[in-house]
């Protein structure tokens, strides 16, 4: 697996080459600035960018919508000390193909930019997000699900229980697709899950089945949920 790394902080760039390196992980570049990230990624074409989420003057995620338009074939994983599900969703939407924190253990980050490498969407472990709050704690029953996913976000949860992909998604509930995947990693950062799988699992020991394999999220409805 080849990186390239950007991050304004020359220090914590060494420190995580050398951390990657020891996991196996070929670090084909350091980039502190967004022109530096750029050109890196240009020159050597990785199978993963590691990106910050904000740069001096410059947002993570515009330097992130510029390289998927310039080289499609690789792939943008943020790296942020914010767990805030707002920009999680922006990056999905921007074209981000995981989202990790950045005081998880070096072999949680490696194990994510695997998944990444695999075609599947990563998530960092919200737990250990420092300010993730409630965003973070896992689902102990129905009503603290209920208190965290707003009414379209059940409707959401709903449909990736059944099985429907992000496109299916979408046309049942008659949304643009990005609206659909934003409301799909929303989702997974307020339960912290990882993946959808983790998130349905989650969902089934929380006890929010009814009878017959019916989902109830609609007899309990929040106070202040909110769709869309």
Same mark, same amino acid.
């Given at each position: 697996?080849?990186?390239?790394?950007?991050?304004?902080?020359?220090?914590?760039l060494?420190?995580?080459t050398e951390?990657?390196?020891?996991?196996g992980?070929?670090? +084909?570049a350091?980039?502190?600035?967004?022109?530096? !990230?750029?050109? +890196?990624?240009?020159r050597?074409?990785?199978? /993963?960018?590691?990106?910050?989420?904000?740069f001096? @003057?410059?947002?993570g995620?515009?330097?992130?919508r510029?390289?998927?338009?310039r080289?499609? $074939?690789?792939k !943008?994983?943020?790296?942020?000390?914010?767990?805030?599900? !707002?920009?999680v $969703?922006r990056a999905?939407?921007?074209?981000?193909?995981g989202? /990790?924190?950045?005081?998880?253990?070096?072999?949680?980050i490696?194990? *994510?930019?695997?998944? !990444?490498?695999?075609?599947?969407w990563a998530?960092? %472990?919200a737990?250990s997000?420092? =300010? $993730?709050?409630?965003? @973070?704690s896992?689902?102990?029953?129905?009503?603290?699900?209920?208190?965290?996913?707003?009414?379209?976000e059940?409707?959401?949860?709903m449909?990736?229980m059944?099985g429907?992909s %992000?496109?299916q998604?979408a046309?049942?509930?008659?949304?643009a697709?990005?609206?659909?995947? %934003?409301?799909?990693q929303?989702v997974?950062?307020?339960l912290g899950?990882?993946?959808?799988?983790? *998130?349905?699992?989650?969902?089934a020991?929380?006890g929010v089945? @009814?009878?017959a394999g019916q989902?109830?999220f =609609?007899?309990?409805?929040?106070?202040? +949920? +909110?769709?869309?």
């Open positions: 697996m080849r990186v390239v790394l950007g991050n304004q902080h020359r220090l914590f060494d420190a995580l951390a990657l390196s020891q996991e992980v070929i670090v +084909a350091q980039a502190a600035s967004p022109r530096e !990230v750029l050109a +890196a990624v240009a050597h074409e990785p199978d /993963i960018c590691l990106l910050a989420t904000s001096p @003057g410059s947002s995620l515009e330097i992130l510029v390289i998927r338009r080289h499609q $074939a690789v !943008v994983v943020m790296l942020s000390d914010t767990s805030d599900p !707002v920009i $969703a999905s939407d921007a074209g981000a193909a989202f /990790i924190w950045k005081d998880q253990r070096i072999t949680e490696v194990r *994510a930019l695997t998944r !990444v490498l695999a075609g599947e998530l960092g %472990t737990l997000a420092p =300010g $993730a709050g409630h965003f @973070g896992r689902v102990s029953g129905g009503d603290c699900l209920l208190r965290l996913l707003t009414m379209r059940q409707e959401v949860l449909l990736m059944e429907e %992000t496109k998604i046309r049942s509930l008659a949304i697709l990005s609206t659909a995947r %934003t409301h799909v929303s997974l950062v307020k899950a990882h993946s959808r799988l983790e *998130a349905t699992s989650m969902v020991r929380a089945l @009814g009878t989902y109830s =609609g007899s309990l409805a929040p106070a202040a +949920a +909110a769709s869309g």
